[in-house]
């Protein structure tokens, strides 16, 4: 453990921008190579050196930093180059030493840029995925609302075409509606009252347009246990005007054609 006194935060912020004399650059290492509290202060000086490098809102160096570093420079004679010797030798030990300060600036530096990238990168990462999740939600929901604006519609909207369909031999017991929009292709029909069909038959909905075109599958159906079916909103192409539906008994995957008879028919 080292019983000098500890670097001034002015020295350290000088010692790792190469600003200090040849020998308290010397006397700096020296004392950062034993003394474990000042290196973890010069990388916690470097660190903040570097972010703030990286932030908008400038902050000033360390007080008194600026006078001494120009007094110094002021002060430090300029060397004679060295006079080349004829023989080759080893690299002496201030060499590498009077790089340390650049390499815990360095490694500072890019520890910080490190975790800001990371950081930035994680939250972007988080942002976008909860951008598609609420993308994802907002179009069900949307599409909920269409479906509810379009079933309004059709239900309420004097231009809907009301049908009632019954049974077209005996007692006019099965009874069907239909409420059909034409410019929106929405279609809502209710029975009640249906007779039961083997497992391999079903009801089929048929609308008749008006332009005597052939016959539009509008829907299969089976009855429940009390003579009740439905079909809510088929696939039909929008603006095709009804003359009438109809309803045949097909095979349970359903007819490209009706097959006769119509068992129910209104217009």
Not at 167 to 194: C, D, M, Q, W
Not at 196 to 214: D, F, H, M, Q, R
Not at 240 to 253: C, L, N, R, S, Y
Request: glycine residues 8%.
């Amino acid at each position: 453990m080292s019983t000098r006194p500890h670097i001034s935060e002015e020295d350290l912020a000088l010692y790792g921008m190469q600003a200090l004399t040849s020998q308290e650059e010397r006397s700096a290492q020296a004392h950062l190579e034993v003394c474990a509290y000042c290196r973890a202060a010069l990388a916690e000086t470097m660190a903040d050196v570097s972010l703030v490098g990286m932030s908008v809102e400038q902050q000033p160096p360390p007080e008194g930093a600026r006078q001494r570093l120009m007094v110094r420079i002021a002060n430090t004679p300029q060397e004679a180059p060295p006079t080349p010797r004829p023989v080759a030798v080893m690299p002496s030990r201030e060499e590498p030493r009077k790089g340390v300060g650049w390499g815990w600036l360095g490694w500072a530096a890019a520890a910080a840029m490190l975790a800001v990238a990371a950081y930035l990168g994680y939250g972007n990462h988080k942002l976008q995925q909860q951008l598609s999740e609420d993308r994802g939600q907002i179009a069900q929901l949307q599409a909920g609302a269409d479906r509810a604006e379009a079933l309004t519609e059709a239900l309420t909207s004097p231009e809907a075409k009301q049908v009632t369909l019954s049974e077209t031999k005996g007692p006019a017991k099965p009874v069907g509606h239909a409420t059909y929009l034409s410019k929106r292709g929405t279609l809502i029909f209710v029975a009640s009252n249906l007779r039961p069909v083997p497992a391999s038959k079903t009801y089929e909905l048929w609308l008749i347009p008006a332009n005597g075109k052939a016959p539009v599958a509008a829907g299969l159906f089976r009855p429940d246990a009390n003579g009740s079916a439905s079909v809510v909103m088929p696939k039909l192409p929008e603006g095709v005007e009804a003359k009438a539906f109809g309803v045949t008994i097909e095979d349970a995957q359903g007819s490209a054609t009706p097959t006769l008879p119509i068992v129910m028919a209104g217009q």
